[in-house]
């Protein structure tokens, strides 16, 4: 869903972005789903193996530094990604280099929640649950006031985590609740899991409260709105992306579980473990990480549907097909590179020790010149 939405979005021309065409509208709504499941299911997955069998120990369980050291890697690596090396070789720094995108927002929301983690460990998990559910409801609630906000008071590289008003694609608010939403919804996944029924009971739960949350919440905000007189309820109704987003996430958590047994596929699983680099290589082709060359520079809206269809499907072959074998020799590449890194160090020391001993003598013979040194 990634793949060909950023392929379909960034390349299709905008003469055949037609809310009317069914096809285009269905692919419109299917493609608003990607993000806040990306976001849930990393919250999920993260918190589901940080608190696994290890309840109340706190900086002792690995998963804490782990995740801390994942959280920062993924910060690097998104900042890493938006880095023009032909600017910097210019000694510019392009304003792009300071946009937020999703690795951002997932990065820092990993380390959130080991935050919040950390100060709910004395308690049970409940409070570590009802805390991450009462920080992602507030987010959403409250999204139409601080969406207006332009925290100008803070600097660019600051500021664009919180607002969109320079570029960033997404925002550590509201993203972080769709995270922190995951991981409440892993805690009672690692309570409940081995109980009976728990898996029909949890499939028929989310498909309720799924629907109710895409067909019935702006209903519920506008009725509360017209009852109290407050604004902030209208303001959530005439634009509930976030509500029923998260519906859509909640439906599409019920049909994974019901899928499930049919998943187990070696690849799919593979492809599943590989999400990051699937990223990263696909940024890297479509937009030109590193180089600017990428297909969003000279592609950029200007394909048509017969062109743009099958080149996204190519797009999500190649790309998936890199990254399963880049992890498939990871260990021979970080080798290779580790060696080559180890092998410039040693020339560069090497340059530097012969230019000391060739320069050295003679900067002391220039300083005899002029009386400045005697020996």
Same mark, same amino acid.
């Given at each position: 869903m990634m793949l060909q939405g950023h392929f379909i979005d960034g390349l299709l021309d905008t003469a055949f972005r037609d809310d009317s065409n069914i096809g285009y509208s269905i692919w419109k709504y299917f493609r608003g789903i990607t993000a806040p499941v990306f976001f849930t299911v990393s919250g999920f997955i993260f918190t589901f193996l940080l608190v696994k069998g290890k309840d109340g120990q706190?900086?002792? +369980? %690995? =998963?804490?530094?782990? $995740?801390?050291? =994942?959280?920062?890697?993924?910060?690097?690596? $998104?900042?890493?990604? =938006?880095?023009?090396?032909?600017? &910097?070789? +210019? $000694?510019?720094? @392009? %304003?792009?280099? @300071?946009?937020?995108?999703? &690795?951002?927002?997932?990065?820092?929301? &990993? &380390?959130g929640i080991i935050g919040i983690y950390l100060l709910t460990y004395r308690k049970r998990n409940l409070v570590f649950g009802l805390t991450l559910s009462a920080i992602a409801i507030v987010l959403f609630l409250f999204e139409p006031l601080y969406k207006q906000w332009g925290f100008s008071f803070l600097p660019q590289a600051f500021a664009n985590y919180v607002t969109k008003a320079n570029g960033s694609v997404f925002t550590i608010i509201p993203w972080f609740g769709y995270a922190a939403l995951g991981a409440s919804i892993s805690l009672i996944f690692n309570k409940l899991r081995d109980r009976n029924y728990f898996f029909p009971l949890t499939i028929a739960s989310l498909l309720a409260i799924g629907f109710a949350l895409i067909k019935l919440s702006s209903p519920f905000f506008l009725s509360i709105s017209e009852a109290t007189g407050i604004k902030l309820f209208s303001d959530i109704f005439y634009n509930n992306y976030l509500f029923i987003r998260l519906g859509d996430v909640f439906v599409v958590f019920a049909i994974f579980m019901v899928l499930e047994r049919l998943l187990q596929n070696r690849t799919l699983l593979k492809i599943g473990q590989s999400t990051l680099s699937i990223y990263v290589v696909h940024f890297i082709i479509l937009y030109g990480s590193f180089t600017g060359l990428g297909l969003y520079r000279f592609f950029h809206h200007s394909l048509n549907p017969y062109v743009a269809i099958p080149g996204a499907v190519a797009f999500m072959y190649i790309s998936t097909y890199t990254a399963l074998k880049y992890e498939d020799h990871k260990e021979e590449i970080k080798t290779q590179i580790a060696k080559g890194t180890e092998f410039t160090m040693k020339q560069i020391e090497f340059a530097a020790i012969y230019s000391y001993n060739t320069i050295k003598p003679r900067i002391i013979r220039l300083l005899r010149r002029f009386g400045l040194a005697k020996n």
């Open positions: 706190c900086f002792s +369980n %690995p =998963r804490v530094k782990k $995740g801390i050291k =994942r959280g920062l890697e993924l910060l690097f690596i $998104g900042y890493l990604l =938006r880095t023009n090396f032909m600017g &910097l070789l +210019n $000694g510019q720094i @392009y %304003p792009s280099f @300071y946009i937020v995108d999703v &690795l951002h927002c997932i990065g820092l929301s &990993l &380390l």
